[in-house]
């Protein structure tokens, strides 16, 4: 969701092998223009990030991490950006669709701010909430400002055991106070339990952190000493393209893994402006792992089939090993180089799906740092999406590792075989695919699908998750 600051004065008063070689040269994504050059045909410096992507395929050597790389890092997650603050509020009706019935709903919220109770930790806390959960060492880069809904945010961090780095670097925080405060955003629920999300960012063209020019120092320190930087579209609503691109030269020359979650924000920023789809197009191939919708996956390449189009952008990447599409009560899907991998989804009794996909990378994380089967690493992340659309909210709602272990146990799974004989069906050229079953699979003609017993993923994963301690300090 769009994120962007609002006013709280009133609120006072109350070890992985290295990158398989590609077997195909990486293409470009479509629509994008040719690379911008300044007067006199000279290409853009690098720090223009549209260098970033060509410099990149035609030194493909560079991007590969040294041995033991993650060797020594004391921090397995970093996310980049989108701390913020969400103001849950049950609505009679979701906001106007007009623009400036919109910003005048958005006012009336704002002028009189809610009770802290309505208030939850929003955004990329979700993320490490879940992961922390997991057993992970986490740790949030961005910038919280210092007014009490700051405070708020960093409290309750603190108390699930994350850290926080900042990004207020030799900046006059005087100059804009407005500028420099923590993102705000409300999350409207109506009766028939559909959500809205209302910002200022959905008025302003500029970043919510416009000011940040250059990635500070501290940052690239904390991403030196992370095993893996998590970044998604939402990022694009606080920093410039070329911070963004920034952070993720920094990772990878650090030997850190990159996680790219384009999201909603993937479609418009491909119909951005220049140095948006640069940006884009460097997330993108430069990634260890891309987590995609099959939606936004088709956005991305024009391609129906989730399968195929997962294909297409694990072609076009450079260090891409996993593509993760998700297919929301159908299940998930990993396609690697030499394998897919499909996973349905858990029996539950839906209550909300704020945090689900949050929850769902935090176990993707888990399974590529503890270099999980990628069968095992989508049956744990189903489970824990699923576990967490069992409760209300998300923030410190998310699921705790207890409702985790209770649907492994039960391995309830929707049996819906003839959306993956579908999907495998419809693949044109298709590797070996396994798909996680109770029963034997049948009509698929493809020689090459092996079924997967639930039973034994369930027990691996249960042996490992049972002796490792929650590390939030909040227990369910």
């Not at 000279?42 to 970033?52: N, Q, S, Y």
């Not at 069992?390 to 819906?416: F, M, P, Q, Y």
Request: hydrophobic fraction near 40%; glycine fraction near 8%; charged fraction near 20%.
């Amino acid at each position: 969701m769009p994120l962007q600051t609002l006013n709280p004065a009133s609120v006072s008063r109350a070890p992985l092998p290295l990158p398989l070689p590609r077997r195909h040269p990486p293409q470009p994504f479509p629509h994008l223009p040719p690379r911008r050059r300044l007067a006199g045909g000279a290409v853009r410096p690098r720090a223009a990030v549209a260098v970033a992507v060509s410099g990149a395929v035609n030194d493909e050597a560079r991007w590969r991490p040294p041995p033991g790389a993650r060797e020594g890092k004391a921090t397995d997650l970093a996310t980049l950006g989108n701390l913020c603050v969400d103001v849950v509020l049950s609505v009679p009706c979701l906001p106007p669709a007009q623009r400036d019935e919109r910003l005048a709903y958005m006012e009336g919220l704002a002028a009189s701010p809610p009770d802290q109770k309505y208030w939850e930790a929003g955004g990329n806390c979700n993320l490490a909430f879940a992961a922390a959960r997991l057993g992970l060492r986490c740790s949030t880069l961005g910038h919280v400002g210092e007014e009490v809904y700051g405070k708020f945010l960093l409290d309750v961090l603190q108390a699930e055991g994350i850290s926080v780095v900042g990004m207020l670097e030799n900046t006059d925080a005087t100059a804009c106070r407005h500028a420099y405060e923590t993102l705000l955003c409300w999350v409207l629920v109506d009766p028939f339990q559909r959500h809205g999300f209302c910002s200022r960012a959905d008025f302003s063209k500029e970043p919510a952190f416009s000011w940040i020019q250059k990635l500070p120092a501290e940052t690239k320190t904390a991403i030196h000493h992370s095993k893996i930087l998590f970044s998604n579209g939402y990022a694009f609503d606080e920093f410039s393209p070329d911070v963004i691109a920034s952070a993720i030269d920094c990772a990878i020359d650090a030997g850190t893994s990159v996680f790219f979650d384009p999201g909603p924000r993937g479609r418009s920023l491909l119909n951005g402006n220049l140095d948006e789809q640069r940006a884009l197009e460097h997330a993108l191939r430069l990634s260890d792992v891309l987590l995609l919708t099959s939606d936004e996956a088709e956005s991305l390449t024009n391609i129906q089939n989730p399968i195929e189009a997962g294909q297409e952008l694990l072609r076009r990447g450079i260090r891409t090993k996993w593509v993760v599409i998700k297919m929301g009560s159908k299940g998930s899907i990993m396609i690697t180089e030499s394998a897919v991998s499909c996973v349905p989804s858990f029996k539950i009794r839906v209550v909300d799906t704020v945090g689900c996909g949050d929850s769902f990378t935090a176990a993707i994380a888990f399974g590529f740092l503890h270099n999980l089967p990628a069968i095992s690493t989508l049956a744990l992340a189903n489970a824990v999406g699923a576990a967490t659309a069992t409760g209300c909210g998300a923030g410190r709602n998310v699921a705790h590792l207890d409702k985790v272990l209770h649907l492994l146990r039960e391995s309830d799974i929707n049996e819906e075989e003839t959306t993956w004989t579908e999907l495998i069906e419809g693949c044109s050229a298709c590797p070996e695919v396994s798909v996680l079953s109770k029963t034997p699979i049948n009509g698929v003609s493809k020689p090459f699908v092996n079924v997967v017993p639930v039973c034994g993923v369930v027990t691996d994963l249960l042996s490992m998750l049972e002796v490792a301690p929650e590390r939030s300090a909040v227990q369910a």
